[in-house]
Each structure stands twice: as C-alpha cells, then as structure tokens.
C-alpha cells in the first residue's frame, strides 16, 4: 500500500466539497485512478457526488488486509474509511485468479512477489510460472468485490469478473497490475492496450462499480 504523503491537504469541509456529508464518497484507497473510474461512472449514471481519496482526507490507521476473501477485504477498508472520515465510503479488493495456479494469485494478487511487491516485479513472478504452458492453458479471470459502507454502519457488498487468458509477452501502456498480459475473452488487445473507457465497459471493476449504483443511488438520495 502507498505511504501518504508526509504533509497531506487537510479534509475539506462539506461547504468546500460542494454539498454535505452525504454527498461526499471516500474511495479508500491512495491509487487516484480508482477515484478517477467511480467520477467517471457516476458521471455516466448522473450521479452527482464529490469523489474523493485516501490522499485528499486526514490520515489514519489504515487496517490491514488480513481477510482470505476479496469481500472480507472491502468491507474492513470501507468501514475503516467511513468511521474515520464521517462520509460515505467505497472500497474494494480485487485481483487475478489463474485456473493453472488453482485461482492463484487472488487475494495475495498485490504482493504476489513478497511484502515489498511492485506491479512489474509481480508480473514477472507470474511470467516465470506460466512459463512453457500453451495458450489454451492459461484461462484467468480478474475479480473484484466492492463495499459501500455509511457512516451509520449499514453495508452493501458487490461482485464483478472479467474472464479471459493470460500472455507471456506484455503489451500495452495503459491500466496498471497485470494488466498488460491480460486479454479478455472476446478480444485481441491486452488490458493495457484498452482505453480507460472501453476497460470500463468490460473489467471487474467496472463491472463492480455498475452494480454497486442501486445501492449507491439509494443512499445519496437520502441526502436530498
């Protein structure tokens, strides 16, 4: 997980976010193109709320991800987030699952090459033990659990997959993680070849995000 910053903006205020607390989602997470994809989907659905980071409130004691599922993951993000800053928040834990590694290297996915895993050092563990395996061989799916917690403790948990197979050789400049050697099914490019529009429109968390808008809806409306 990223270090906050040393000296992070102070939380704004409900006046300076555009409307009250209600309003406000908190994405937990210090990866800013998370925030960027719930804008751009809530945007999509005319959805008005004021999306924000992990790096755009207060810190706190972030809880680790100690939970052997995706759901389990969200949820302690999520309830973390929204007690800590008072406003609604979303969290998820997604990640690859390789039918040949028996749906490895799933909740690990992050830290697949070890604590101080990076997304190149990961990728390239993964290469190495799918090396010499054919092409029909290497059937995966991304998956993504996805958690709206209030600041009262009400919860709602979400599922979203993309099912596809797997590269030896990475492509792309786009996306983030494994994205590069990832090809969905149905298509010919690799995740990191997509533009951010047509990877919503098919990956987990995209997929994650619509279903989690009834509920999403729901909840900001009471705010009205």
Same mark, same amino acid.
């Given at each position: 997980?990223?270090?906050?910053?040393s000296?992070?903006?102070?939380? %704004?205020?409900?006046e !300076?976010?555009?409307?009250?607390?209600?309003?406000?989602?908190?994405v937990?997470? +210090?990866n800013?193109?998370?925030a960027?994809? *719930?804008?751009? $989907?809530?945007?999509?659905? @005319?959805?008005?709320?004021?999306?924000?980071?992990?790096?755009?409130?207060h810190?706190?004691?972030?809880?680790?991800?100690?939970?052997?599922?995706?759901? @389990?993951n969200?949820?302690?993000?999520? +309830?973390?987030?929204?007690?800590?800053?008072?406003? *609604?928040?979303?969290a998820?834990?997604?990640?690859?699952?390789?039918?040949?590694?028996?749906?490895?290297?799933?909740?690990?996915?992050?830290r697949?090459?070890?604590?101080d895993?990076?997304?190149?050092?990961?990728? !390239?563990?993964?290469?190495? !033990?799918?090396?010499?395996?054919?092409?029909? !061989?290497?059937?995966? %799916? #991304?998956?993504?659990?996805?958690?709206?917690?209030?600041p009262?403790?009400?919860?709602?948990? $979400?599922?979203?997959?993309?099912? =596809?197979?797997?590269?030896l050789?990475? %492509?792309? =400049?786009?996306? #983030? =993680?494994?994205?590069p050697i #990832?090809?969905?099914? +149905? +298509?010919?490019r690799?995740?990191a070849? *997509?533009?951010?529009?047509?990877k919503?429109?098919?990956?987990?968390?995209?997929?994650?995000? %619509?279903a989690?808008?009834?509920?999403?809806r729901?909840?900001?409306?009471?705010?009205?």
């Amino acid at each position: 997980m990223t270090t906050p910053p040393s000296s992070p903006p102070p939380l %704004r205020s409900p006046e !300076q976010l555009g409307g009250g607390p209600g309003r406000t989602v908190v994405v937990a997470t +210090h990866n800013a193109k998370k925030a960027i994809e *719930l804008r751009r $989907v809530l945007a999509e659905e @005319g959805l008005e709320a004021n999306v924000i980071g992990l790096d755009e409130c207060h810190p706190y004691p972030e809880p680790a991800e100690t939970e052997n599922s995706f759901e @389990g993951n969200a949820l302690l993000k999520a +309830h973390a987030a929204a007690l800590e800053t008072g406003h *609604l928040a979303v969290a998820d834990d997604s990640g690859l699952a390789v039918d040949l590694l028996n749906g490895m290297p799933g909740v690990r996915s992050a830290r697949w090459s070890g604590p101080d895993a990076t997304d190149e050092a990961n990728l !390239q563990l993964l290469l190495r !033990q799918l090396a010499d395996t054919d092409d029909e !061989q290497r059937t995966a %799916r #991304f998956v993504c659990a996805m958690a709206l917690v209030t600041p009262d403790g009400r919860e709602w948990v $979400v599922h979203g997959e993309m099912l =596809g197979r797997l590269v030896l050789e990475p %492509r792309g =400049g786009n996306g #983030f =993680g494994y994205d590069p050697i #990832f090809v969905a099914n +149905h +298509h010919c490019r690799t995740n990191a070849e *997509l533009s951010p529009a047509e990877k919503d429109a098919i990956s987990h968390r995209g997929n994650a995000v %619509r279903a989690l808008i009834p509920a999403l809806r729901a909840v900001l409306e009471e705010t009205l």
